[in-house]
C-alpha cells in the first residue's frame, strides 16, 4: 500500500488543522493506521492510530484535541488537529500494518511496515 498524506500547513496557536492520509493500492481498512510526530531534535512519537476494528486509541498528548477516523468510500484516514499548541509542531507520518493489533503495539514505529512522505506543520505562538 502507498500512503500519502496531505493537510499540513502553518496555524496559530489555537487553531486546528485535518491531515489526511490516502491509501494508495489496498484497502485502507484492512491495515492499522497510525499517526505520529517527528518534531526537531526529538524521536518520532504516536500520536493517534485507528485498528482495523475501528477502535482508536490517542497519545497523552492528543487526547481531547485530536481525532482520529476513518473514510471507507475514500480510502482515507483523518486526523482532526484542534486546540493547537507549539508543541505540536513536526512533521507528521501516517503509517500502515496489515497485522498491527492493541494500543501498545500501536504506540511503536516498530511495528508499521509501510509510511507515507509526510506532511508539516507549524504551530506559531
Known amino acids: 500500500v502507498q500512503l500519502v498524506e496531505s493537510g499540513g500547513g502553518l496555524v496559530q496557536a489555537g487553531g486546528s488543522l485535518r491531515l489526511s492520509c490516502a491509501a494508495f493500492?489496498?484497502?485502507?481498512?484492512?491495515?492499522?493506521v497510525g499517526w505520529f510526530l517527528h518534531a526537531l531534535g526529538k524521536e518520532r512519537e504516536f500520536v493517534a492510530a485507528?485498528?482495523?476494528?475501528?477502535?482508536?486509541y490517542y497519545a497523552d498528548s492528543a487526547k481531547g484535541r485530536f481525532t482520529i477516523s476513518r473514510d471507507n468510500a475514500k480510502n482515507t484516514v483523518y486526523v482532526q488537529m484542534n486546540s493547537l499548541i507549539t508543541e505540536d509542531t513536526g512533521v507528521y507520518y501516517c503509517?500502515?500494518?496489515?497485522?498491527?493489533?492493541?494500543?501498545?503495539?500501536?504506540?511503536?514505529?516498530?511495528?508499521?511496515?509501510?509510511w507515507g512522505q509526510g506532511t508539516q506543520v507549524t504551530v506559531s505562538s
Open positions: 503509517a500502515a500494518d496489515p497485522t498491527l493489533t492493541g494500543p501498545a503495539r500501536s504506540r511503536s514505529v516498530r511495528e508499521y511496515d509501510y
Open positions: 485507528i485498528a482495523r476494528s475501528g477502535l482508536v
Open positions: 493500492g489496498r484497502t485502507v481498512s484492512s491495515y492499522h
